[in-house]
């Protein structure tokens, strides 16, 4: 079992940051299409609008610029629009503001507002993520691999740098997930849904000590590169349906420019670019 936040303590002087579900995991579409998606439309009741739908919450998660969006964010988000364009969703408002508010976005999270407030939308959205979660446990274990390639990256950075998973999916999920492909090993601290954000996790570890030109953000949604510039640390992505070159030039070229502090500048506004370029849709 890797160290959770708390225990954890700086012994490299490189941090490498890294995703779990799209980035490291090839679990993301699985997940989405399989349980999130349905999940929703059985816990509202969506069936009559059931191929719309579905098909809209893939776009929001997996092929727009709101990849990797958190599952309550998202749930708002597509709320909003069934609200809009299908049925009025009950007591919608406390679902939005809490997803736009909370510190904290996460099954014990809603679940105190829920009580507090007495929520409709917050006790679906409870459930709603409890239903996924279970779903998700049983999805056949070939559903449930690391991209080819991250192995080998992971075994080469973790010679050099300290490695945090830092990710906003449920925590028991990722280790599980993890330790069962054999890559849990190559990894210091699990930062999970239950620490807070991503920008907030990358946040905490910062004050470890490391420079902020020594910790690398490696992610495949906006979302990671937006907690990488609020951090002001750099960032490297893996592209999607391109993960396996992204991963290995991550090996053999990325990790060499990040060691030697020639990372910053023109090859990272490449992979910026060529991020932006990949998720233009």
Not at 212 to 227: F, K, S
């Amino acid at each position: 079992m890797k160290e959770t936040w708390g225990s954890f303590t700086k012994e490299k002087d490189f941090l490498v940051c890294v995703d779990s579900d799209g980035c490291a995991m090839d679990t993301m579409d699985i997940k989405h299409i399989k349980c999130f998606g349905p999940c929703m439309v059985e816990e509202w009741g969506l069936e009559e609008w059931k191929e719309p739908i579905l098909k809209r919450w893939n776009e929001i998660n997996l092929y727009q610029k709101t990849r990797g969006i958190n599952r309550f964010k998202a749930l708002a988000l597509i709320l909003t629009e069934i609200d809009h364009n299908y049925v009025r969703v009950e007591d919608l408002d406390s679902l939005v503001y809490w997803a736009d508010h909370a510190k904290e976005l996460s099954n014990q999270s809603v679940e105190t507002e829920a009580e507090r407030l007495d929520s409709v939308s917050l006790r679906k959205a409870l459930a709603w993520s409890k239903a996924v979660n279970s779903r998700i446990k049983e999805l056949p274990e070939e559903g449930k691999k690391p991209f080819e390639g991250v192995k080998e990256a992971l075994e080469e950075i973790h010679k050099y740098a300290d490695i945090a998973i830092v990710s906003s999916a449920n925590r028991q999920a990722v280790l599980d997930e993890w330790e069962k492909e054999h890559i849990l090993e190559y990894t210091d601290v699990v930062m999970a849904q239950d620490c807070g954000s991503k920008a907030h996790c990358i946040e905490m570890l910062k004050k470890e000590g490391y420079k902020e030109n020594h910790i690398l953000m490696v992610g495949d949604a906006p979302g990671d590169l937006q907690a990488a510039r609020v951090n002001q640390v750099m960032f490297y992505p893996i592209l999607v349906k391109k993960e396996k070159e992204s991963w290995d030039e991550l090996r053999t070229q990325g990790l060499d420019a990040f060691l030697n502090e020639r990372y910053q500048g023109e090859y990272e506004q490449e992979k910026e670019d060529a991020f932006n370029k990949n998720l233009s849709v």
